[in-house]
């Protein structure tokens, strides 16, 4: 097995009927792209930056974040890194920006909904990706969009930090693909209204699921609820890649569900563009494309989306496509 991942580290992604697909690791820090690129990472799926944040005894300057941006793209080499503006509130605080006390903090004041009312910080955070643009490949996306109109916002700012800097003569790419995390139930019945401005989506099952479920993902006495293979699940995600392709828009995977080995068959079959995922399960689940066959997991995909009644259901038909 040891051999076999050996020579898959900087091997393709590719199917047994050849198709290919993109594996990307999840980073916390610029330190990680090292553990990303020892284990064959094709790109950063997910550089989640509120651990810049979150490492800090102050907010982090722009020229800081501009620091760990540019050594995280130059890291990967041209690849592609997909950073996600600050998500903070839920359980994530910062001690330097007390959060208001509320009933239900992953309902509450979180991640973009903080950057669109504090635009201090954000727009130094974009800034500071911005200029890192130039080192590599950068992508930028936004956490808990939840309707049209946020995201349009979002991309807006984006926009005019970016026509500030190109005013003052700092050289930005013109290429930074800018899309949205997709984790709230709302947006993913919206899909095919966001492709129409969002470059890509990545999916972020662990707030999908909970949000969906309505069961908090870190509560023991709910977690039987937490179900990435209830068909529920599954036919959110589908509506989400269909509607992005629909666009000629692509669509990834960030949450712990892209690297989880029952569910990759079927994510494969529904057509995932990209698997994001801790950089330990890279290898394993590149060995495990290289077994399956994309005809056959489209069947299997389109059974457990339409037939399949419960999450058991669809394990026991992954099995028997998988044998
Ligand atoms: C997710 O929600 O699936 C995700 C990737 O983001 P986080 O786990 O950081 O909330
Ligand atoms: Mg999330």
Request: hydrophobic share 40%; with cysteine.
């Amino acid at each position: 097995q040891k051999a076999e991942w050996k020579e898959l580290k900087d091997a393709k992604t590719t199917t047994a009927d050849g198709k290919n697909f993109t594996l990307g690791a999840n980073i916390g820090t610029p330190k990680d792209v090292e553990g990303a690129n020892d284990n064959g990472a094709e790109a950063v799926g997910l550089f989640r930056s509120e651990f810049l944040y979150m490492d800090a005894s102050e907010l982090p300057s722009e020229d800081d974040q501009f620091e760990a941006y540019k050594q995280a793209v130059e890291g990967m080499n041209g690849k592609q890194v997909v950073v996600r503006t600050m998500d903070i509130g839920g359980d994530k605080e910062l001690p330097y920006l007390p959060l208001p006390e509320e009933m239900n903090p992953f309902l509450g004041y979180r991640a973009i909904r903080i950057s669109l009312d504090r635009q201090d910080i954000f727009r130094t955070q974009l800034r500071a990706l911005l200029r890192a643009s130039n080192y590599g490949t950068l992508a930028i996306m936004f956490p808990m969009i939840a309707t049209v109109k946020e995201f349009k916002e979002a991309k807006a700012i984006f926009e005019e930090e970016k026509e500030k800097l190109i005013k003052k003569g700092v050289s930005v790419a013109n290429d930074i693909e800018v899309g949205m995390m997709m984790e709230i139930p709302a947006a993913a019945m919206i899909a095919d209204k966001l492709a129409k401005y969002s470059d890509f989506f990545s999916i972020g099952t662990n707030d999908l699921i909970q949000y969906s479920m309505a069961a908090d993902r870190g509560n023991e006495r709910v977690s039987y609820l937490y179900q990435p293979y209830n068909p529920s699940i599954l036919r959110l995600v589908k509506n989400i890649i269909d509607s992005s392709h629909r666009e000629g828009k692509w669509t990834g995977m960030c949450g712990e569900m892209a690297g989880d080995q029952i569910a990759v068959p079927i994510l494969a079959g529904l057509g995932l563009d990209e698997f994001s995922m801790s950089a330990t399960s890279i290898l394993k689940t590149r060995s495990l494309m290289k077994k399956i066959d994309t005809t056959k997991m489209q069947e299997l995909a389109e059974k457990a989306v339409n037939d399949c009644e419960t999450t058991e259901e669809v394990i026991e038909l992954v099995k028997q496509y998988t044998k």
